[in-house]
């Protein structure tokens, strides 16, 4: 039986290695670990807004952590401290999601990529969680991860991976403020949304810590066999 293949949505960056000291398409192996050590196939898609006709050929997305949506997306001016805009992979990252719900695909997002899937189904975010929690808990300081536990909805597609509840870890410092028509089905313990989900489709989750840091297996392999299951017409 042939392996699942999910893509990743990939960014672009400065890198350097060898010889090299130029633009780079990259995402963290950790992402692709977490793929392929539980039964999927990895492919890395580069940030491009031109068509989502990839998806045709794919079973499931994937939608990773990494820098700040443009606030310009939820109309709300720019925070002092929110990153300068991705203006080529909010895009790129946009048309890849509305595509997979639509053709249903198995979508997972991971700290921003639950924030894409917030501004998708009509929610808003936080710009920066200390002006509104009056701590720094879900991100201590760049490079160092907080920990906290998350409580789940009974029932719900995250409770089935974790339980009722879980210690995760933590490293952002912007989140959900309103979800728009998503299922809110994981809260800190500072009322924070740290899991949302689509219980119309086959499976969409987001959740707000970094699993794939983790190894969250449990989750991972979930996912994938999401992605490998038929679609039932």
């Not at 974790?162 to 912007?174: F, K, L, R, T």
Request: with cysteine; charged share 20%; net charge negative.
């Amino acid at each position: 039986m042939s392996r699942p293949v999910i893509g990743i949505a990939a960014y672009q960056d400065r890198a350097r290695w060898d010889i090299w000291d130029t633009q780079a398409t990259m995402i963290q192996q950790s992402y692709v670990r977490g793929i392929a050590a539980n039964g999927g196939r990895a492919v890395v898609l580069p940030p491009d807004d031109l068509d989502d006709a990839v998806l045709d050929r794919l079973d499931g997305l994937m939608l990773p952590g990494g820098a700040d949506i443009d606030p310009e997306r939820y109309g709300q001016p720019r925070h002092p401290r929110t990153d300068p805009p991705a203006l080529g992979r909010d895009a790129g990252e946009l048309l890849l999601l509305r595509g997979a719900l639509e053709r249903d695909l198995p979508v997972l997002g991971i700290c921003r990529g639950l924030q894409l899937l917030t501004l998708l189904y009509g929610g808003t975010l936080h710009q920066h969680l200390p002006d509104v929690l009056g701590h720094t808990g879900h991100l201590p300081e760049p490079g160092v991860f907080g920990e906290h536990p998350v409580r789940f909805t009974e029932g719900s597609l995250a409770a089935s991976v974790y339980g009722a509840e879980a210690v995760v870890n933590s490293h952002h410092h912007q989140g959900v403020a309103d979800p728009g028509s998503l299922r809110v089905t994981g809260l800190s313990d500072d009322g924070l949304a740290e899991a949302v989900e689509d219980p119309t489709k086959r499976f969409v989750l987001g959740v707000q810590w970094h699993p794939e840091v983790a190894h969250e297996d449990h989750l991972f392999s979930t996912f994938v066999a999401a992605c490998a299951a038929p679609v039932l017409l």
